[in-house]
């Protein structure tokens, strides 16, 4: 494989007795790349994370990192990986820099380096106020930049993030996203979450898991044209003639709302607002608005998971 | 090896961070401490005056140091289950596991990491212990050789008792749990010993799998290389067996 691939997985298997949690999942992670995992509570996002880590072994698959295989070298492998689990792994009588220098003893950062990689992390999570204050007394947004500032410590390749933001105020969520985009630009970060924003302001590539299986994966730039059909919501001041809507080619069903309202139903066509203007302009009627009706990944989102269901 | 140490010493650290350390150390020192004035009044009153007319009389190294190491032995059977309950099944409740499964360290320097913390705990234990017996060359002299064998037997019996407890901690998921069965454990292989002694079903073989028939030889001065073995064999068998377990955690079971 090429030098690029700093995780590739393949083909994961684990079950919990009769339960599948993860079966035959393939995980890329391409160097400088933000991979979103995404799907519902119990998919198997945690499961296949652990198993990245080295947490849990998988019943069947082969993972490595950076070139190098975690089940015959597990201790050189997990260098190259920092883990922030779901569970913060703070210890809550410890001090932020007592935790951290514990952290890069077991990372095995050589001495004459620690203080240095320690301040780095402190200084990227913006923790040099709260170095000396007790983990267990800090507040949930700042335990949860001590569980991030121990997974970058060692300045690994890949960065595995499991629910960063979950918990969180806005504010705190703002600033933790802050912090994983500045991460994405160093390293290849892989973050798990259920909130779709999260993916479409975060990540470069996106796979959605369905349980325990891998239903979608395409790269965010351009899904839009690609996979959603859009839905536009149209008002008028005064009534249509509905037929000149219905003879624009992409439009492939309009429904009426009532009072003047219209869904119309795109199908690939980017600038259908840009020509609906136009002919709304040219045809005198009096547009009150026009509003997109889907976030373009919760469509993908809900649609695979409803057709699951649905074929379940 | 330096991670085994960092280990050891974040672990004792930690224990002194929490008040279970401080407490158990001054309850474990106050009792031990009236145990200790009971038997010297009992010597000064009681045994003094009825040895003064014997040729040669066990002095107090016999009577009264042998008896509080035999004394600490006992106490710790349920002060040793307290200290090892939270190695492992605490970092579990906490998640804490996963920062240590994360790192590139194996499982055995992660358990020869926790047991050498333990350990140190245990000898600044026995040292403070130590304490109220030696205070006895202030008036008299001691038999430091039976002195020393008597610290050693209980080096060697604390060390038993927590790799034991060490193993079990590893097991469970509640730090109590831990304790519980622990504390059990260690009263079976007592109850070993008194099932083995007694005159209905005396067993060689049930006070050879006992500590405690170990232990009390040294009490008497003696060191049996036989007991160093049972001691040094028990330590490792619990300890590979926490290795074990932990390294298989991870696969299907």
């Given amino acids: 494989m090429s030098q690029e691939m700093q995780v590739l997985a393949k083909d994961l298997h684990r079950h919990y007795g009769q339960y599948y949690a993860v079966a035959g999942v393939n995980i890329t992670l391409r160097k400088g790349e933000v991979l979103g995992l995404l799907g519902p509570n119990g998919a198997g996002k945690s499961t296949t994370m652990k198993m990245l880590t080295g947490n849990l072994t998988p019943d069947q698959g082969e993972i490595s990192i950076n070139g190098i295989d975690l089940f015959n ?95 969180l105020d806005p504010v705190q969520i703002q600033e933790i996203r802050h912090l994983i985009r500045e991460l994405g630009e160093e390293h290849s970060v892989m973050l798990s979450t259920h909130i779709l924003p999260e993916v479409q302001a975060l990540c470069d590539r996106v796979q959605i898991i ?103 | 090896m330096s991670i085994v140490y960092t280990i050891a010493f974040t672990e004792l650290r930690r224990m002194f961070y929490s008040p279970l350390a401080w407490s158990l150390l001054a309850i474990v020192q106050f009792i031990m401490a009236l145990i200790f004035l009971m038997l010297v009044q009992e010597y000064i009153e009681v045994i003094q005056p009825k040895f003064s007319t014997l040729d040669k009389p ?97 080096v060697l019996l604390l060390a038993s008792f927590a790799a034991a407890g060490l193993f079990i901690s590893s097991l469970v998921d509640q730090p109590i749990i831990a304790a519980v069965a622990t504390f059990g454990f260690l009263l079976l292989l007592v109850v070993f010993y008194i099932s083995g002694n007694s005159q209905s079903s005396y067993s060689e073989l049930f006070i050879y799998l006992s500590h405690f028939g170990h232990f009390l030889s040294f009490l008497g001065g003696i060191f049996d290389t036989a007991d160093l073995a049972y001691y040094l064999l028990f330590i490792v068998g619990f300890l590979g067996l926490t290795i074990r377990k932990l390294t298989d955690e991870g696969l299907q079971n």
């Fill in chain 2, 58 to 154: 066990p002095g107090v190294t016999d009577t009264i140091v042998a008896a509080v190491y035999l004394w600490a032995g006992i106490i710790m059977l349920a002060i040793i289950p307290i200290l090892t309950m939270r190695t492992f099944a605490e970092e579990r409740v906490n998640g804490t596991f996963t920062l240590l499964r994360s790192s590139p360290i194996s499982m055995i320097q992660v358990v020869l990491g926790k047991y050498l913390g333990l350990m140190l705990f245990i000898l600044i234990m026995i040292a403070l212990i130590s304490l109220m017996p030696m205070s006895l060359y202030m008036g008299t002299s001691l038999d430091w050789g039976k002195l020393l064998a008597s610290m050693l037997g209980l």
């Fill in chain 1, 73 to 167: 070298e597990p201790q050189v492998a997990k260098k190259h990986i920092g883990y922030l689990p779901e569970r913060l792994p703070v210890y809550c009588d410890m001090t932020v820099l007592e935790f951290l220098r514990y952290c890069a003893q077991l990372r095995g950062i050589a001495r004459t380096a620690q203080h240095a990689s320690i301040d780095r992390a402190l200084q990227r999570c913006g923790l040099g106020d709260v170095s000396k204050r007790l983990i267990g007394n800090l507040s949930k947004g700042y335990q949860q930049r001590v569980g991030i500032a121990q997974a970058i410590l060692h300045n690994p390749a890949v960065i595995i993030l499991d629910e960063p933001t979950v918990g």
């Fill in chain 1, 210 to 312: 369905y349980q325990g299986q891998t239903v979608f994966e395409d790269f965010l730039q351009g899904l839009e044209q690609r996979h959603a059909d859009c839905i536009l919501r149209l008002g008028f001041e005064e009534p249509i003639d509905v037929k000149k809507l219905q003879a624009i080619e992409s439009i492939n069903k309009i429904e009426s709302l009532g009072s003047m309202r219209y869904n119309v139903y795109v199908e690939g066509y980017q600038h259908m607002g840009d020509h609906l203007c136009k002919l709304a302009f040219a045809e005198g009627w009096k547009l009150t608005e026009m509003t997109p009706q889907t976030t373009d990944l919760e469509t993908i989102f809900l649609d695979l998971v409803h057709r699951e269901e649905a074929r379940a």
